[in-house]
């Protein structure tokens, strides 16, 4: 069975409206499923857990997040048995870093096509943070310093929904990006890998840590990101004068800016990262709050995918 959980807000409320043509097609075709629109910050994961009790090892629940990539956050954290669970995604977000990192369909009603035929599925890590002794999980990354800081300032800005109805959602983050560059004041952090190799940084932009290549809308932070590698990507800024960094950040769109000097990419299966100051923090692009501290590791059990057949 199917079991859709519907952020009708995404894309500044067109989710709704994506929502009800998909519901349409569903009921066209007799296919049995069920949904739950979301209400407010955190339903996702209340629905995703409830989702999981109709599920067996054998006939395993398909649980669908249509969203953006924070929604993806909040049901991933849901999930309380991998093994009665199949997961799969239908894009109405804006920043969309989910799809382009998996070669999915950004079109909803194409992701929708594949999804019910469900011809191929693949296997996905699922990496965490604990919060409050609780875990949160994420399918593309969290961050600490300023790529967190400017996805918090995407999410509150009236200007993301004015970019969004022109069709250029990805480019509110390049925006506010270049503009919080001017204020940010780089700082130390700590870094430990595999709670073994501990490295310490004077000027810190930022850390990512990353299970898909993209983030923050189109930045190939860690090209060579694999999600079902067992292994975090990280990718730690540090020491570069301000207009360098100006220059540089265009070229993550691509994956060129690796090899610049003070652009460090690492990899790890788990991973502390300490701030000399309060941060923010952000998963899967959504608020993880502000705090010092950083912890992540991957869950041992692999969550099972609904993909394309290539």
Known sequence: MYYFIVNPNSRSGRGRSIWNEIHQQLMLRGIDFQYCLTRYSGHAAEIASDACALGTESEPVYIIAVGGDGTIHEVLTGITDFDRVVFGYIPTGSGNDFCRSMRLPFDPMESLEYILKAEHISKMDVPYLLRNNKKSRFGISTGIGYDAGVCQEVLATPLKKIFNRLGLGKLIYLFIALKQLIFINPGKMTVTLDGENTFSYDHVYFT?????????????????????????????????????????????????????????ILTCSDIHVHSASALPIHIDGESGGIREDLTVSIEKSSLKIILPVV
């Open 208 to 264: 990512a840590v990353m299970n898909q290549k993209y983030e923050g809308g189109g930045f190939k932070f860690c090209p060579d990101a694999q999600p079902d590698d067992q292994l975090l990507d990280v990718i730690l800024v540090e020491g570069i004068r301000k207009i360098k960094l100006l220059f540089c950040l265009p070229t993550a769109f691509f994956g060129k800016h690796v090899g610049i000097r003070g652009i460090h």
